[in-house]
């Protein structure tokens, strides 16, 4: 886990919640690094690791974590029902990415998964293409993320 990115989120509560999901995911037997792996594979994982904690195995909010949240973890097989049946994976992909909430609006429940992935694809380095490398992985396991995130929608 990435302090850096902690300390971004407010709250000591919130900070705990977000360091007990890590633990809980971990728990579960997800990976905690990008490997090169088939992108459904990766994502899946991901869910399990980063999501699953607040968002429950099956997406619908119901973690272990989230009774210890301010506010509700989303079901996220319902998030096509709540867009008039239309999955909208760019507004999916920038929650996760955590780039489109101003600090000025006030902290996020939900970590900036963006600047937690990014530093795990950097590592240590210091390099301006790998720097270019992690953005471009870490676009791509967002994407992976949100199509899995479209596959588990519920029928409408």
């Known amino acids: 886990m990435d302090v850096r990115a902690i300390r971004a989120h ?8 977000w360091l007990v999901s890590g633990a809980v995911g971990l728990s ?3 990976a905690t690094g990008f490997v090169a792996e088939a992108a459904g594979d990766v994502a899946a994982k991901d869910f399990a690791t980063f999501c699953a904690p607040c968002h429950g195995a099956d997406g619908k909010g119901d973690g272990p974590v989230a009774g210890r949240l301010n506010i509700r973890p989303a ?3 319902r998030i096509s029902q709540r867009n008039n049946g ?7 992909y920038n929650k996760i990415e955590g780039l ?3 600090e000025a ?3 996020r429940e939900m970590p900036v998964w963006g600047d937690v992935f990014v ?7 210091t390099s301006l293409a790998d720097a270019r490398a992690a953005v471009q992985k870490t676009r791509a396991r967002i994407g992976a993320l949100v199509d899995y995130l479209r596959s588990i929608q519920a029928a409408p």
């Open 28 to 30: 579960l037997g997800a």
């Open 86 to 92: 239309s999955f909208p994976a760019a507004d999916v």
């Open 10 to 17: 407010g709250t000591l509560k919130n900070c705990l919640c």
């Open 100 to 102: 489109s909430m101003p």
């Open 75 to 77: 079901d996220l097989t």
């Open 105 to 107: 609006h006030g902290s």
């Open 119 to 125: 530093t795990q694809a950097v590592g240590t380095t």
